[in-house]
């Protein structure tokens, strides 16, 4: 369970690494655009198709595993917080089971959707025609390695649930008391 | 009842929904034999969502933009591609529906590829020239900031030495209003549509060609085949009168447009000889252009075949145009079904 | 498929979505998969398939959308390069005789804002990496601080630009200056209606939020002040830039972060941390939002599938209703809806079935749509599904839990409620300023 730890780790450092050049050539092509209008009345072509079909799209999936990693999809903490140790684990068995679930989904629908369109060659006409099936790949992607994740999450969390003797709720209790870190 | 769910993505007041839709729905309700959900706005498909919606029956019958989807229907790009050719809303529509329906069975394959069935377009009136300058003669169109409604455009935009920039349509009042538009080309309802004349205060009436490769009323196949030939011969009249009715209506809008200019401020500027000229001789070269670029782009080797026809087409329009005169819609719809619906197979679309 | 009408599987997907939530289910995940299941139940697997197949790409491939990452960008560049330190280091100096000063404060810099950007989204992201941090270091109660922002935010929708009142001029054919004009004042009684709430509770219960115990002496006031240049140059940067046409609102998301980035640089507080951190933060928020709105826009095709919305629909176009009781009928059904749905899906959904009423009953469309954006915007931040709420949430992470952000919102609700009651009662606060330009 280690290696398989270390290797999402690895991926998802790789993930958001292409998707912070995403972000960063977001910014640096729309201003770069902007400036060729104004200044030499020579707009850089396709900006929006390339900020809306490749960047827009590296920015929101390939992060998704890095969020969960440090819990940050967002959730109501209301009721967990009271509960005691077992009913949280059976709570977070069943987020990450629901999670996990939603995600695998995607990942497997929206790969259909991509190799479907891989295969007529989608492409976009604005000035130039764009091909654009490679961004369709960077949802299956970015929704694959959440969803491995969450296996592991899962797995972890139905540990925790029978043996009580590996589970550390101080800890969680101190976070949960809104500490942060 | 049969369920029947229908999704436009455009709003309530669009020519499409008035003229073509709502009628339609009307009739299904009116009949009792029909549960109909009816969306618009994109409530239910978005523009480029209608195509996989309708495929997988998220949606019965719906309207499709084919500029969206050039890969999967590279010969309704060649239809676009007529568009600076087209003498008026009506012919236009007239020639892209028969032609799709009668004469391009690889048209065709192309929407029963995706389990579309299709039954005829409507077809914008001629995009105009809206803009903040007065827009007098083709030089006037240098280094000005164009929003162009599709790639055709863009070659155009080109030639007259316009700056094409990308301004989503939800952008294009502020773009104008602002500056960082200086001329959208649209038809002249879309100064009302989108609130130009608020602040684009000259309109040059230069023909720059129809919108018309669209699929108007599409249909999911497997919904298609549940039904019997009464009722689908029912659907393809329901076609042929909500392609008339849009495409007419869209006219009207325009026709009101124009003449509420004066009150809003703005001018209406006809176009001089020498632009007219300037963009027949666009129209004559660009022929070529459009029968390589749809072997280059789109692997479509027969495309002056194509623009022979859909040139055939035009003429042949142009005259039953000419002889019912563009009010009369019963008459119309009548001409359209006896050249048109009327050949279809009995089996069309199964 | 099911032997359930889609209305009654329309009625129990709320209440499995409402305990999937209260459970600690992440929100994007419980309305994906009771949408995915919905849709199923309803129109059989192939569409619920299309539809998790799709959706996620088709709404977030869209050109508006990258304003909201281009101004959480903005805002953590800011908020990591120290760039707004000056300015609220002034505002305490300034205004430490006003009671709430610094949340007050962030909602006149929403509202300033809200000029420059159409998404009351794009003015959250780009208000709460500046403003919260600094109201939390001055010891201000967590709900306050962020319930301020995510509030705040919505009247970044009402000042113009607002893509909300653009779509709604277009598909109502409605002039989107008057529109524009319509909804100026709405937004200013927005934002002075919060600011009096914020100044009357602090003042009451100054545990909320803690007074500075300085008394700068004059010098030190103007002193200060030299430090505001680093915003001073981006607020003119941005603004020069929106309104003489150089960008549009979609752009100066971008603009801004360029120019935060540029400012930095300038200010020598750019450094390979502050762009990794500053850059980390803002994929880890957006990621985390764009979840959410992406199951958002499922749960808007399963409800439109479902027919919940025209159980609504055929209640308020019921006849012999009189104007009021139909406006007030159209408030209860848009609150609702607000709760849970997206905004601009809720208009799309409901415009087309309301628009026959409104105009059987005269009511002016441009005072309607003022009041109907208004009432959009309450949903972005009540419960269970507030998108500013969780673009807040997105950006403060571990440091306010989600229920503690929604209770902060409570007050703000309370003053949107008296700020409509006041639109309807006085449909002339809406239409004085378009009956100024149409003349
Ligand atoms: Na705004
Ligand atoms: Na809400």
Redesign the pocket.
Known sequence: MKAIDRMIDLLSFVFMAIAAIALTLMMGHVTVDVAGKYLLNAPVPVTLEMVSNYYMVAVVFLPLAAVEKVNGHIHVELIYSALPRVGRRVLDVAAHALALGFFAMLMRYSWVSAVRKFEVGEFIMGTYPIIIWPSRFLVPLGCGLIAAFLVLRLVRAVIRLVRADLDDTDAENAALAGGGH | ADRITASLWVGPKHPVTVGGYDPMIKALEDSGDWNVKYFQGGALLGAKPTLSGLRDGIADVGMMAMTYFPAEFPRAQVVADMGLSTPSALVAMFMASEFNLLHCQPCLDEYLAQDIVYTGTYSTSPYTLISKEPIRSTADLAGKKMRVPGSLWSRWAAKVGGIEVNVPSSEMYEGLDKGALDIAIQAPGAMRSYSLWDTAKYNTVLNLGTYHSLSLLSFNQRFWQDQDEAARKMFLEQAARAGVQATMLYTQADEEVLAAAAEHGVEIIQPSDEMKADKAAFVEGDTPMIVSEAKDKYGIDDAQAMVDTLNGLIEKWTAIVDEIGEDDQDALVARFMEEVYNKLPADYGL | MSELDPETIGIIGIGVLLTMIFLRVPIGVALGMVSAGGIYLILGPRAAVGMMAEIPYDFTAHWTLSSIPMFLLMGYFCYHAGLTEGLFRVARLWLSWLPGGLSIASIQGSALF?????SSLA?TAAMGRIAVPEMLKAGYDKGLATGTVAAAGTI???????ILLIIYGIFVEQPISQLFAGAFLPGVLTALMYSLMVFVRAWRTPSLAPRVDEHPTFSERMGALGDTWPVMLLVAGVFGGLFSGVFTPTEAGSIGAFLAFLIALMKRSMSKTVFMSAVNETLRSTASIFVIAIGAQLLTRFFALSGVTDILADFISGSGYSQLQTILLISVALLILGMLLDPIGIMLLTIPILLPVLESQSINLIWFGILMAKFLEVGFITPPVGLNVFVVKGIVGDQVPTHEIFKGIGWFVVMDAITITLLIAFPSITLWLPSLIAN
Request: proline share 15%; charged share 0%; glycine share 16%.
């Open positions: 809200a000029a420059v950007t159409g003015c970044g929708s009402m000042i113009p630009p607002s």
